[in-house]
């Protein structure tokens, strides 16, 4: 199933990441579902979401339960004000974020149309992170049902 098969709405869909200000936006989300299996490790459908005044946008993710365990250090990362990337394997879209004054996100569709967009948004970091966190934690309670 690709992520373009599957209902925006739909009650399936699990929030990974979200930085957001009343600008603009960039979140990552990925389906409960997983799409197949390779050596052993479920592949969910997922997307990031970029919204602003200039641009909106989708690309396509493949996710499983090893990239949410480095979305997690990545987070710790960012507490430490160290710049991350994620996922860290170059087999799907990715996102690099600066944790700068604003902090700045930028994704890139770098196995297919290496095409990339530079989001700052405007957080407070540490608030931020406690919420990316609960999502985070959330995620891995909707996996583990």
């Not at 290496?114 to 405007?122: G, K």
């Not at 931020?128 to 995620?139: H, S």
């Amino acid at each position: 199933m690709a992520v373009g098969d599957v209902d925006s709405l739909d009650s399936k869909w699990i929030d990974v990441f979200r930085f957001y200000d009343p600008v603009q936006s960039v979140a990552a989300r990925m389906y409960e579902d997983p799409d197949y299996e390779v050596r052993g490790r479920l592949v969910y459908p997922g997307e990031i979401i970029v919204e602003s005044s200039f641009v909106e946008g989708r690309v396509r993710l493949c996710l499983s339960v090893r990239d949410l365990k480095e979305w997690s250090s990545c987070l710790q990362e960012l507490e430490n004000e160290e710049p991350v990337a994620w996922p860290t394997e170059e087999r799907t879209a990715r996102v690099e974020v600066v944790p700068d004054d604003p902090l700045v996100v930028t994704v890139v569709d770098s196995p297919s149309s290496q095409v990339s967009v530079r989001v700052p948004v405007d957080v407070d970091l540490d608030e931020c992170l406690v919420e990316n966190r609960e999502l985070l934690k959330g995620a891995f309670a909707r996996l583990r049902r």
